[in-house]
């Protein structure tokens, strides 16, 4: 298969204009982050050019004369003759699997042959990687070292299933293989003081953890919670670093409290993912369900964000629950981010460095999983055209 | 279903390099709107945009196997679509007189052939937000304000009382509100 090599350079160039109309757009919806905003500024600022345009396209009017014309203009005629003009593929039937039970055999070795034909298809790209990346980064998986109170640790991996240890009257249970449970013994014992544990998911490592009120966390990799074995106080306080997503047990009478650096968020029952690794340029609190409240004044409702950094107040804006949440679905997904925000995410699972040897400012989309090795992730961006790569000793380099 | 809602772009994509019908749609329900308005914005004729819309997507279709980003697909097309707008233009031109020069001619310039692509993408995602509400919300709200239907007349139409009308036009500002605030303004100006 060849390469078009001239449609990617066409799409550098129109790099430039989606990136404007994705901020453009965002501004209208209200849904730009500080950074974008600051970014259309400095666009509508190059040129009266661009602010002509900017504010054409931000009219009323016009918008409304667009949105009417884009009614009175019908796809469906147009789809129908392309259709019988068009020469389609029929997509492989699934389906065959479980109507001829019988013939699940011959049915398997038909799937083989379709496995191998999608990998033979996907070996027609042009696959420079061998050439490329001589070395490859295996992905993260469920690695955590559990920290007790008396400061013992335990490495998590390497521990069999079943019950790890006692802290007084907690069991501390292994479930599987990425999960642990603090279970109260005799609930009848009065449940005394607060001893504090800590969970830390390395970089490179994940890990789950149901909290004795029956609160789940999951943790992303190079993320610790310090949490107490039984909350016995007012309220039910945790401690984060890094980046969690959190399912709350309602409980009215003692509010759950998640501390993450200099911020709090205040939680009765619901489900939210915080974000607040130090190397990212704001702390994130993504509201999936229920209602929190950040440092005492700000109520999120679901499917909003707050964002807070250092120079700013909190700022809540619509939240990309896709792209947020991805990674406790297993997934990479990005939509125009830029390469440093993808790396450092690449960084934390792949347990790597990354040195940039250049500045890229292309902005990115695509999602994968993150069950795929390193090359497989960084071949996806170098498709793009604008941006190649080299790993060695744990180190990726990014070169234009 | 939640991960094939994610995958879709990447899983679009590679349904399109192998041929499949729903990919295709996908492409096409995402772009032809884009593709017809930027047409439009060259050539100021309706049907000459729809026609070189259509013919872009037959182009892009026999190099399929060539797009893996969307992105770069998406791109491929605007181009297209440019090239033929401006070919129909000089043709459309001569037809009609010799005398007009090349002066007429401003989209040649990098400059607009930017702004018509940035004009054609920022309403494409708007529209993208307003075909988020509920359908048979979105469906109201565009038949009063579109369409600049009387409420009865939507109720008659779509089988619904007028009550029910207008709580789910009440709805529908509310969300167009947040994803749309400038066109809510504009509705506002409307009578409820």
New interface residues.
């Given amino acids: 298969m060849m390469k078009d090599d001239d449609s990617i350079e066409r799409a550098k160039m129109d790099q430039l204009a989606f990136r404007v109309a994705y901020l453009i757009a965002g501004f209208l919806q209200e849904n730009l982050t500080e950074t974008e905003h600051q970014e259309l500024d400095d666009w509508i600022g190059e040129s009266m050019d661009n602010q002509r345009l900017f504010e054409d396209m931000t009219d009323p009017k016009n918008l409304e004369t667009w949105l009417k014309w884009r009614e009175n203009t019908p796809s469906v005629p147009t789809l129908d003759r392309l259709k019988s003009r068009l020469e389609f593929t029929p997509p492989a039937k699934k389906s065959v699997l479980r109507s001829f039970w019988p013939y699940v055999a011959a049915a398997s070795i038909l799937l083989g042959a379709a496995i191998t034909f999608e990998w033979i298809q996907n070996k027609a790209k042009p696959e420079n990687l061998v050439q490329t990346m001589p070395k490859d980064l295996l992905p993260g998986g469920n690695h955590a070292i559990l920290t007790l109170s008396d400061g013992r640790t335990i490495a998590l991996d390497s521990a069999g299933n079943g019950n790890l240890t006692q802290q007084g009257n907690v069991n501390i249970h292994k479930q599987d293989s990425g999960l642990i449970s603090y279970q109260v013994i005799n609930p009848s014992v009065s449940p005394g003081k607060e001893e504090y544990n800590t969970l830390t998911a390395p970089a490179g490592g994940q890990f789950r953890l149901i909290l004795p009120d029956g609160s789940n966390v999951l943790l992303n990799a190079g993320s610790s919670l310090k949490y107490p074995t039984v909350f016995s106080g007012k309220k039910r306080l945790v401690i984060l670093t890094g980046e969690g997503y959190f399912e709350v047990a309602k409980d009215p009478m003692f509010p759950f409290e998640v501390s993450a650096g200099t911020n709090t968020i205040q939680v009765l029952g619901t489900h939210f993912n915080i974000n607040a690794y130090a190397d990212e340029p704001a702390v994130r609190v993504t509201l999936e369900e229920g209602s929190v409240m950040v440092n005492q004044k700000t109520t999120l409702t679901p499917g909003w964000q707050a964002q807070i950094s250092p120079s700013t107040e909190v700022k809540t804006i619509k939240a990309d629950l896709e792209t947020e949440l991805a990674w406790k679905n297993d997934l990479f997904v990005f939509k125009q981010a830029p390469l440093d925000e993808v790396m450092r995410q690449v960084g934390r699972w792949y347990k790597c460095e990354v040195d940039f040897k250049t500045n890229i400012t292309d902005h990115f989309n695509f999602s994968v999983s993150r069950s795929v090795p390193v090359s497989k992730l960084l071949h996806f961006l170098e498709e793009t055209g604008s941006v190649h790569f080299s790993i060695e000793d744990k180190k990726i380099t990014v070169m234009q | 279903m939640?991960?094939q809602?994610?995958?879709s772009?990447?899983e679009m994509m590679a349904?399109f390099r192998?041929?499949?019908?729903?990919s295709?749609?996908e492409v096409?329900?995402l772009l032809?709107?884009a593709l017809?308005?930027y047409a439009l914005r060259i050539t100021k004729d309706?049907a000459a945009a729809?026609d070189i819309?259509?013919e872009s997507?037959?182009k892009v279709?026999e190099?399929r196997?060539?797009?893996?980003?969307?992105?770069?697909l998406?791109?491929?097309l605007?181009?297209t679509v440019r090239n033929a707008s401006i070919n129909w233009q000089k043709q459309s031109t001569r037809q009609k007189s010799k005398l007009i020069d090349l002066h007429s001619f401003s989209e040649n310039s990098e400059?607009s052939k930017?702004?018509n692509?940035?004009?054609?993408?920022?309403?494409?995602?708007?529209?993208a937000?307003?075909s988020n509400l509920p359908p048979q919300c979105r469906k109201i709200i565009?038949m009063l304000f579109?369409?600049g239907k009387k409420p009865g007349q939507v109720a008659e139409a779509l089988e619904l009382s007028v009550a029910n009308v207008s709580t789910q036009k009440k709805r529908g500002l509310l969300l167009l509100r947040?994803?749309?605030?400038?066109?809510f303004?504009?509705f506002s100006f409307f009578p409820f």
Avoid: M
């Avoid at chain 2, 692509?117 to 529209?127: H, K, S």
């Avoid at chain 2, 947040?178 to 066109?183: A, E, G, V």
């Fill in positions: 939640r991960k809602v994610i995958h772009e990447v349904g192998l041929g499949h019908e729903q295709f749609t096409f329900d032809y709107h017809c308005f309706q729809e819309a259509e997507f037959v279709w190099r196997q060539n797009f893996i980003h969307f992105p770069v998406k791109s491929f605007y181009t400059h930017l702004d692509i940035i004009a054609a993408e920022t309403l494409r995602e708007l529209y937000a307003l565009t579109i369409e947040k994803t749309l605030p400038h066109l303004l504009l």
